[in-house]
C-alpha cells in the first residue's frame, strides 16, 4: 500500500512540474515572399529549440515596417530589401545591423500555357490586364526598374495592383490577369498555376533580403537565435531549395 501511494505521490509531483516547462514566443514579421520558405524554417527551427515558438506575421516589406514603427509587436524583420529596413534603423528600431540572408529576382508569370504568347517585357505592354506589385512595396519598385531598363510602359488602365507579391500573383492564378511580374520564388510555389517566362539579365532587377533583431523583442536571446539558425548552413540550404539565391 505504501507503495503504491509513493507512486501516486511521485507522479502527480511530475504533473505539478509540467515536464515541458513554459515556452517563449517570438513574433516574426517577414516579406511575403518568404512565406514559404519561412514557414519550414520557423519548423525547423522550433524543433531545435522546443522551448520556442514563433508567429509569423507575411505581409509586403513596406506594410510590415510602417507596423512596427507604430509600435507593433516585432522581435525579427525580415525584408524583401534593404530601404525598407533603413526605414528602422533611421528610427532606431533595430537592435543591431541588419544582414542579407538571400537574393531573388523577378520573373514573368502568365496563365498556364501562356496563350497570348508573351515572350519578354515588351509583351506585356498590350498584353490586356497585367498584375504588378503596389508602386511603395519592394517588388513595384524592382518591377519599375525592369520595365524603365527595358524601355517598357504599360499604361495604368491596364495594371492592378497588389498589396503584396502573393497578391500579384494570385490576380493570375484567378484569372484576373493575363500576366504579372512577380519574385522567382514565388512563381515556383505557384507549380502548375502559372507558366513563366524569363526576364534577361540586364533587364532583371535583383532583390537583397535582409534580417535584424529589434530592439522592442521581448525575447532579444530566442530572436537572435532565429537570425542564426536563417544564416546557418541549414537555414541557406532550405532557401535554396524555395528557389532563393545566395547572399552577396
Not at 517570438?26 to 524554417?41: P, R
Not at 509569423?56 to 510590415?64: E, G, I, K, Q, Y
Not at 537592435?95 to 538571400?102: D, E, I, L, T, Y
Request: include cysteine; charged fraction near 15%.
Amino acid at each position: 500500500m505504501r507503495t503504491a501511494l509513493a507512486m501516486v505521490a511521485a507522479a502527480a509531483l511530475l504533473v505539478g512540474c509540467g515536464g515541458d516547462g513554459p515556452r517563449d514566443s517570438i513574433t516574426v514579421s517577414a516579406a511575403a515572399s518568404l512565406t514559404e520558405a519561412f514557414n519550414e524554417l520557423g519548423t525547423r527551427f522550433e524543433g531545435t529549440r522546443p522551448d520556442v515558438d514563433i508567429t509569423f506575421n507575411f505581409d509586403s516589406s513596406s506594410t510590415l515596417a510602417a507596423q512596427i514603427v507604430d509600435g507593433a509587436p516585432a522581435d525579427v524583420f525580415a525584408s524583401a530589401d534593404e530601404a525598407t529596413m533603413t526605414q528602422l534603423t533611421d528610427v532606431n528600431r533595430l537592435a543591431g545591423p541588419p544582414r542579407v540572408f538571400a537574393n531573388n529576382q523577378l520573373v514573368i508569370v502568365t496563365k498556364p500555357g501562356n496563350p497570348t504568347g508573351i515572350t519578354g517585357l515588351a509583351g506585356l505592354s498590350d498584353a490586356g490586364v497585367i498584375s504588378l506589385c503596389g508602386d511603395q512595396v519592394p517588388c513595384g519598385r524592382l518591377t519599375r526598374q525592369a520595365l524603365d531598363r527595358a524601355g517598357v510602359n504599360i499604361a495604368e488602365t491596364g495594371v492592378t495592383r497588389g498589396q503584396n507579391v502573393k497578391a500579384t500573383l494570385t490576380a493570375v492564378t484567378e484569372g484576373d490577369a493575363l500576366a504579372g511580374i512577380v519574385y522567382v520564388t514565388d512563381a515556383r510555389s505557384a507549380g502548375g498555376a502559372v507558366t513563366t517566362v524569363t526576364i534577361p539579365a540586364d533587364q532583371n532587377a535583383v532583390a537583397r533580403y535582409p534580417i535584424a533583431v529589434m530592439t522592442s523583442a521581448s525575447n532579444a536571446e530566442a530572436a537572435d537565435a532565429f537570425v542564426t539558425f536563417v544564416l546557418s548552413g541549414e537555414g541557406l540550404a532550405v532557401l535554396k531549395e524555395y528557389g532563393f539565391l545566395p547572399p552577396s
